[in-house]
């Protein structure tokens, strides 16, 4: 599988902003995947992750109200949209396919990664 996420932009504090990571290839039906996010010198920090089914989805306290992970199977594509954002949202935002939804925030060697989109958040 290959991932391609995009949609990052320059935002108003407040602004919304909707992240897309497109898979290409074979996706494991019990996989997931997931955003994360990273600061300069920062870890890079889990923030959502959906199913491959779509059912099941988890969301960081930090994001929990404000960003809503879906997913279009016909697609293949993974969208997270970005509410009321802040300042301190602003990042690199990956996504990552992981090979099953327990596995989303934590790292593997079967893991792939989508090239990052900046978020930037500022008046």
């Known amino acids: 599988v290959q991932l391609q996420a995009s949609g990052g932009g320059l935002v108003q504090p407040g602004g919304s902003l909707r992240l897309s990571c497109e898979a290409s290839?074979?996706?494991?039906?019990?996989?997931?995947i997931g955003w994360f996010r990273q600061v300069l010198g920062k870890e890079r920090e889990g923030i959502s992750c959906?199913?491959?089914?779509?059912?099941?989805?988890h969301y960081a306290d930090s994001v929990k109200g404000r960003f809503t992970i879906s997913k279009d199977n016909v697609s293949k594509t993974v969208f997270l949209q970005m509410n009321n954002l802040k300042p301190e949202d602003t990042a690199v935002y990956y996504c990552?396919?992981?090979?099953?939804?327990?596995?989303?925030?934590?790292?593997?060697?079967?893991?792939?990664w989508g090239q990052g989109t900046q978020v930037t958040v500022s008046s």
């Open positions: 990552k396919a992981s090979v099953a939804f327990f596995l989303c925030y934590s790292p593997t060697q079967s893991d792939v």
């Open positions: 290839g074979v996706t494991p039906d019990d996989g997931a």
């Open positions: 959906i199913s491959n089914d779509g059912v099941t989805t």
